[in-house]
């Protein structure tokens, strides 16, 4: 049996599919956003088997970019998260509804 | 040529298919146990395997930086701050059972398993015939992995890298101001406020009594006894439930015979 390297690429679709599945079933603001974090991760992994079918490195550059901005969005939206834990005391997303209509 | 770049020619030597094959599905079961996960703390460290073991993927397909950065970037600061942030937010964290919206939990899955159906025969479809070239020509241009993405990252990319040292920096700034709680002067009361307060009418002014301790309890929930026999109910902490015990956990156990 040989496998080859779109293999990966499965697996990445696979993992972003289980992160978009939890962003949709689960209410806790923090478990949503490692869900969140979950389908970054498995696009920076397609990132980094693209950059090995094409023979260059700037899959692995753009891989590079996303883990900065994902690090800058965890900042923030955990800050975000805890004000509102402060306010609301909770975190859950169904009792965010202040905005609501 | 160096040992990974042997490992990055197509197919997937021997080798990186035994690294592939169990760590992938650590990888699913890590993704998976995530989301199933009840409690908060137990999907974070799940994630934390899945990341860990993408870090290793990304070192065996000739990406030796990043998976390095992966590791010490994701498991190590990004993780971190969730668990920090759960630990902050604590026992609140784990989820409620009950659906909002009804059967929106089975649609979420049925649409999860027809989106993913749906990328891999297109992937399938897609990458039948392509060859992966393999990074052993473009790592070994500059001298090695790092090398390689420096000379591109200060070079082609470098506005972007300019751009990405703004969003660092404004997202610092952000979480600074998000987190911090302004006080002003005025909204702490005085030690004079405080006295009177203590001694105004209605507030018990001495400190609480502490629970009573007797020879058949020393539970901080056994409430102390004033003079006229009663139990004192200030002399325990208002976290505690109030407890009695069943008749079974009084009945004598056995243990004196």
């Not at chain 2, 990974?4 to 992938?24: D, K, N, Q, R, Y």
Request: net charge positive; glycine share 10%; hydrophobic share 55%.
């Amino acid at each position: 049996m040989t496998l080859t390297p779109e293999w990966y690429l499965l697996l990445a679709a696979a993992l972003f599919t289980i992160g978009a599945v939890g962003v949709l079933i689960r209410r806790n603001a923090i478990v949503l956003f490692m869900c969140v974090e979950l389908m970054l991760n498995a696009a920076n992994l397609a990132l980094v088997t693209f950059s090995r079918i094409n023979g260059t490195l700037d899959g692995q550059i753009i891989a590079f970019f996303v883990m900065v901005v994902a690090a800058a969005e965890v900042v923030v939206g955990l800050a975000i998260i805890m004000s509102i834990f402060r306010t609301r005391r909770s975190a859950s997303v169904d009792d965010s509804n202040l905005l609501k209509y | 040529m160096t040992p990974a770049a042997v490992l990055a020619a197509t197919p997937m030597s021997t080798g990186e298919m035994w690294v592939f094959i169990p760590l992938g599905i650590l990888a699913l079961v890590g993704a998976l146990g995530m989301v199933a996960a009840r409690n908060a703390v137990h999907s974070a460290l799940f994630l934390v395997l899945t990341m860990l073991c993408l870090g290793v993927f990304y070192i065996v397909q000739s990406g030796p930086f990043l998976g390095v950065a992966q590791i010490i970037v994701y498991t190590g600061a990004i993780m971190m701050l969730f668990l920090f942030v759960l630990m902050l937010v604590g026992r609140d964290a784990s989820d409620s059972l009950i659906e909002t919206l009804r059967g929106q939990r089975v649609a979420a899955i049925l649409l999860g398993v027809g989106f993913a159906g749906l990328v891999c025969v297109g992937l399938g479809r897609a990458l039948a015939g392509t060859t992966a070239k393999g990074l052993a020509e473009a790592n070994s241009a500059h001298g090695g992995n790092v090398q390689g993405l420096a000379s591109l990252l200060f070079t082609r990319y470098v506005f972007a890298f300019e751009v990405t040292s703004a969003l660092l920096i404004t997202a610092a700034v952000g979480a600074m101001l998000l987190a911090h709680i302004e006080r002003r002067k005025g909204e702490r009361p005085t030690q004079p406020e405080q006295m009177r307060a203590r001694f105004a009418p209605g507030n018990y002014p001495a400190p609480k009594a502490g629970p009573g301790v007797y020879a058949t309890s020393d539970s901080v929930a056994t409430a102390g006894l004033l003079p006229d026999g009663t139990l004192a109910a200030r002399s325990i902490p208002e976290i505690l439930p109030p407890r009695e015990l069943t008749s079974s956990e009084t009945a004598p156990k056995g243990t004196d015979r």
